[in-house]
């Protein structure tokens, strides 16, 4: 089965801080892996996906993620932290092949930004 | 275009009651999955459909059930509520098909069973 491991439950940083939120994967096979990003009382708001086009990924507003297969990693990067970027992010994966339309979800990093 | 829509926003049941749950997906979309968020369990996969056939489910008890309708809106079931159904239910929709397509969320269905 799919596991997805987000590093940290919570992260905190400053304004204009560097922020950045670990995701690894489990699989053999480099699954589809995105980011999304929820809001309270939100459903989930897509960030960034990859699918195999490009290592670097980038995404809305201003994130971007890099794909390292020798570390099974997906992280997600923001240059210079808003206030308005605190929320919680998940991880995903879908795996390639049958189980198209599934998404295996990390438990979440609540990112806190501080003035 | 509009995004996706789930009625209703909130809902509370008693237990051993059954609760329907609405979605409708953007324009154009023909898969739709359904998951449960709590804050116990994360979010977790319960069933998907893509053209109102159910291509695959997760490990949730036959309580839950769902289905899509030829304009690809969908619904999911719980039948004989349990207190542990408690949670937010999200719904998201994609193009479908045979490739990883973007799959984008409604706001939530928060059901609460008392």
């Known amino acids: 089965a799919q596991s997805v491991t987000q590093l940290g439950s919570h992260v905190s940083v400053s304004e204009g801080a560097l922020v950045l939120l670990r995701c690894n994967y489990s699989?053999?096979?480099?699954?589809?892996l995105f980011w999304y990003v929820q809001y309270p009382n939100q459903g989930l708001q897509l960030l960034l996906k990859?699918?195999?086009?490009?290592?670097l990924v980038k995404g809305i507003n201003g994130f971007e993620a890099e794909f390292k297969k020798s570390e099974t990693s997906f992280h997600l990067t923001k240059p210079s932290a808003h206030m308005s970027d605190a929320a919680e992010y998940f991880c995903?994966?879908?795996?390639?092949?049958?189980?198209?339309?599934?998404?295996?979800f990390g438990r979440g990093t609540q990112l806190t930004v501080w003035p | 275009k509009a995004g996706v829509t789930q009625t209703p926003r909130y809902l509370i049941k008693t237990r051993g009651q059954q609760v329907t749950l609405s979605c409708s997906p953007i324009?154009?979309?023909?898969?739709v999955s359904w998951y449960q968020q709590t804050p116990g369990q994360g979010l977790q996969f319960l069933f998907e459909?893509?053209?109102?056939?159910?291509?695959n489910k997760g490990n949730f008890p036959g309580r839950f059930s769902g289905r899509q309708f030829s304009n690809s809106r969908s619904e999911m079931n719980v039948s004989t509520l349990e207190l542990g159904d408690s949670a937010l239910y999200l719904c998201?929709?994609?193009?479908?098909?045979?490739?990883?397509?973007?799959?984008?969320f409604g706001p939530g269905t928060r059901l609460t069973v008392t």
């Open positions: 998201a929709s994609s193009l479908g098909g045979t490739e990883a397509y973007e799959q984008y």
């Open positions: 699989s053999s096979v480099p699954p589809y």
């Open positions: 990859y699918t195999s086009a490009a290592t």
């Open positions: 995903a994966v879908e795996p390639r092949g049958s189980t198209l339309g599934r998404l295996y």
């Open positions: 324009s154009g979309h023909r898969s």
């Open positions: 459909y893509f053209s109102e056939t159910q291509r």
